[in-house]
Every structure is written in structure tokens, then in C-alpha cells.
């Protein structure tokens, strides 16, 4: 598993090139979420590789075209490296509202079995360029026509309905982008959570800025919500304000009093933070906040930065498979000497694992402690 590790993180670093780029599932340029890739299956695990990226274009890995059983041979620099598979296009992919609004420009299908939503489409940090977060992409489908700016309760109840029916989807990630007011976000997860769990049993994963009243935590809860992602992104004060210059204006502090109080709620190993690697943290600086992170029930999910095209940092190197081997092999480890699996979250990105290695390493990685 120690290997699977390793390839995963080396393609997911370095991206691929497709003889087909037809093959398995479509793509995704620019929006919010895992964009750029392509989802791949190697050795059972099913992870977001880049195929859209400078990286990618310039990769050593080639992919062929799959056989007729899906199945592909990657090559590095002519040479047999791994063999992998495609997830197949979702059908509920092919339907639309009774308003003529395509099921896509709703929902997505991430990995093989997760749907993922970005329910605001807008973000006050997004509308300013003193204020937005460098790497982010989250008005490039808005701006293209690919979604809308609001996706309302009924219809992600509609679409997520559809996604467990026809693909067997598994469980789901509601992001949002920062709307004006202290819930950041809180209050339309909830409104969306009850009539999703109104309509379909199927565990879900809220994402937003830590509110400002810890009783939103209970109230996302209350309304379906199994677990929640508070994302960081950057760990170092100093990197904070210079690549997500609004989001920073929110302290590290109230992100872990956020996290201690989401905590008491969704319980422990239910509550996960986004790191990207490859920013400018130091592995010492990922792996020190993780400490701090794993030993109060919290899942640092650190994946690999990928540059999107069209943002501020898309000529931004992604981060050497070396330092990934330097960060995620230990904190696999850590997760485990807490008493955390990405197996028992009930739903979203840590869960899922597809757009890092860290889930492999994990597995590889004995189980020490759990807490009592």
C-alpha cells in the first residue's frame, strides 16, 4: 500500500498525459472543487490525477487508451510505470430540471461515487482582488455558463436523488462560497441539508468559514449535516495573508476554537480541515498545526497544490512528490496514533481521499491509540 502511495503521489504531483482524453469520466476546467483532473483507479483506490495543467502537459507520465475491459498502461519516460482504470460518466449526468437546467450545472460527480456541490457560486473574498484567495477558480464556471449562481435546496435534493438511484452515490460535499453575514455560509448548508435528507437517505459533508456563533454547528447538524470541513488551506500566519488576504482577516485562533466546538457536535474524527500543500508551508509547519489538529478530533486532509489556469497562482509549481513523501507518510501516522481513519468519516473529502495520497498511506500505517 506504502507503493500505491507512492505512484498516487507522484502522477498527482507531476499530472498525466492521455493518448484519449475521451476516456472514463469528463474532465472539469476552472470552478470551484477538484478541477483540471481526470479521475483514475489504481490498486482499488480511485484519485484525481491532473491531465489540464502545465505540470500535466509536460509530464513524464503518458496514459494509453484503455482496452476493452477500461484498463490502461501508464508509462514514465517509455517505461511501464502502473496500470489503472477509468471511472465511468455518470448518468444522472444526462438529465435535467423540469426548468431546463442540466443536472451538471448543479452537481458533480467526484471520484466514483461522491457528489459535490458548490451551493453559492459567489464569494464576497472572490469579488474583491484585494480580498480573493489566489488559487481559487470559483467564478471561472459561473463566468462560462457551466453553472448558476444558487443552487436551491429542492433542486440539490432533486439532483442528489437522481445521483443514488441511477450511479449509486455514496455520500455527498456541499461547499459554498462566502456569502455576507457571520453564518459564512452556515445557513444555506442547512437549508440544503434538510431537503436533501427530506428526499434521500445520503450522508453529507458541509464546507464553510468558521461562523460566528458556534450554535451554527448544532443547527448544520440538526438538519442532516454528518460532518464538517472548516478549511484552512495555508497554515503559516505570514502565507495566510499574502495568498487569501480576506480569508486570513479571519484568525487561525477562531478557526480552533471553531474546530473545538464543531467537534463536541459531529464528534470526534467527523470534523476536517483542507491544507494545500506546495504553498510555501514548510513540511515542519503542515506537520506541526497537524499535531495540534489530530489531537483535538480534527482530520487534516493535506493534498497536493495543483495550479488552475486563469487564477493568480497558475503558473505556480505544484509541490515535488519529495516533500509530499515528507508530509504524508507521518501523518498518516499521527491520524492513526489519534484514533482517525478517513474510512470512518461519514461523508465529504477526507472520506472520498481522491485528490491526495494520504488515504494510502494511511492504510499502510499501524494503528496505535485511540482515544478514550
Known sequence: MSQTGSVITDLQTRGMRMIDPRAGADSRRGGAGPTDHKAVTIDGITVMIPVHTHAAFDSPYVVDAPDADGHARVTKDGAFFARVSFPKRA??????????????????LHSKDVLATTVLQTCIRY????KTCK???????????????HKTPAQLAEVASAAVRLD????????????????????????????IRAAVDLPLQGQCEPPDDDAWHRRMKDAGIDSLGMHLEVVTPELRAEIMPGKA?????????????????????QVSTYILAGLGDT?????DISGRLTAMGVYPFVVPF????????????APTPAFMHSVLPPLARMIH?????????????????ACSALSAFEKFAPRERIPA
Open 249 to 269: 482577516q479571519v484568525p487561525l485562533e477562531k478557526y480552533f476554537d471553531s474546530f473545538a466546538a464543531a467537534v463536541e457536535v459531529f464528534g470526534w474524527g
Open 135 to 149: 488559487f481559487c477558480a470559483i467564478g471561472q464556471s459561473l463566468a462560462a455558463g457551466r453553472t448558476i449562481a
Open 127 to 130: 469579488e474583491s482582488r484585494k
Open 91 to 108: 448518468s444522472f449526468l444526462d438529465l435535467e430540471t423540469a426548468d431546463g437546467i442540466p443536472y451538471g450545472h448543479i452537481a458533480q
Open 283 to 287: 513540511a515542519e509547519a503542515i506537520l
Open 306 to 317: 495543483v495550479p488552475v489556469s486563469g487564477t493568480p497562482l497558475e503558473s505556480h509549481p
Open 168 to 195: 449509486g452515490v455514496k455520500h455527498m460535499v456541499m461547499t459554498t462560497g462566502t456569502p455576507a453575514g457571520k453564518d459564512r455560509g452556515a445557513r444555506v448548508l442547512a437549508d440544503s441539508a434538510e431537503a
Open 337 to 353: 496514533e489519534n484514533g482517525m481513519r478517513s474510512e470512518d468519516i461519514k461523508a465529504g473529502c477526507g472520506r472520498c481521499g
